[in-house]
């Protein structure tokens, strides 16, 4: 089993910077693709990054293109979420998750294909 910890979240102002983190325990996610997705107010849980196992594979949704990045830690098991020029819009709650097989490009933006996940980190930007 799987556990998945995010950190990191808060108020920040538009334009700021944010930093997630997502620590695995219980686990090695060192094989296991992981991913992070939002969900604001209202809205369906949506795909922001993943990232293969070996950080080869990296994908991003077009309305964080630019200006989030993803990385992981495998000796710390941990994956994180860099994201600058925050938008009022990246408003929401960011989930990590992880999953040791996507077997192709369309699994890694599903969030059905995901097995694990965090309890989410709150994220506010402020206009």
């Known amino acids: 089993q799987v556990r998945l910890i995010e950190s990191g979240g808060g108020l920040v102002q538009a334009g700021g910077s944010r930093r997630l983190s997502c620590a695995a325990s219980?686990?090695?996610?060192?094989?296991?693709?992981m991913g992070w997705f939002r969900q604001a107010p209202g809205k369906e849980r949506e795909f922001v990054t993943a990232i293969s196992w070996n950080g080869a594979i990296i994908y991003y949704a077009d309305s964080v293109k630019g200006r989030f990045t993803i990385s992981r830690n495998n000796v710390q098991n941990t994956v994180y979420l860099q994201m600058n020029s925050l938008k009022p819009e990246d408003t929401a709650v960011y989930y990590c998750t992880a999953d040791m097989y996507l077997p192709d490009a369309g699994s890694y933006y599903d969030p059905m294909k995901y097995d694990y996940w965090g309890q989410g980190t709150q994220v506010t930007v402020s206009s």
């Open positions: 219980g686990r090695t996610v060192n094989t296991y693709a």
